[in-house]
């Protein structure tokens, strides 16, 4: 019975992995998922990268000739 199940399970899966449009879903899946544990990080890198900015926006800086 489980052996059935997984031989079920296994043809399915290579089925699908035969087809473009499988592949298609599996990157969109993927990227979304990424963007979504991304996001939070990429948010809270910007704030130093904000700060610096600023940082080297006023900083004077010094031309040795």
Known sequence: MFQAKLDF??????SRIAER????GAMIIGMSVLVLVA??????LAW???????????????IIE
């Open 9 to 14: 399970v296994m043809s399915w899966v290579k």
């Open 21 to 24: 449009t499988s592949w298609d």
């Open 39 to 44: 996001a939070p990080i990429i948010k809270l």
């Open 48 to 62: 130093p990268a904000l700060a610096y900015g600023i940082f080297t926006l006023l900083k004077e800086e010094k």
